[in-house]
């Protein structure tokens, strides 16, 4: 079984890995972002009153992994949206 709060450990760790990779090419890590924040909504059982947002920034990840052309406002929406996601997550002590 696992420690209470590994999995916040986890991700923060992550998050903190990714935030740097967001700044230089945040095209390419949204894709790991998005993974990361899929683990997080399935261990909260869902996202919340953050849902629509979240459905749009996975709408224009899924573009960039199927190599669409994607606006940079587009890209900064989704990069600030699954941050948003993520900040909410953590505050109702996720994985706490």
């Given at each position: 079984m696992q420690e209470p709060g590994l999995d916040r450990h986890e991700w923060e760790t992550e998050m903190s890995d990714l935030e740097?990779?967001?700044r230089d090419d945040p095209g390419n890590a949204l894709l790991e972002l998005d993974e990361l924040l899929g683990r997080m909504v399935e261990a909260n059982g869902g996202a919340g009153d953050e849902l629509r947002?979240?459905?749009a920034a996975r709408e224009i990840t899924r573009k960039i992994g199927a190599a669409e052309d994607v606006d940079p406002g587009d890209i900064a929406f989704a990069v600030n949206a699954y941050r948003e996601v993520y900040d909410?997550?953590?505050?109702?002590?996720?994985?706490?």
């Open positions: 740097d990779r967001l947002d979240l459905t909410d997550l953590l505050e109702n002590d996720l994985g706490a």
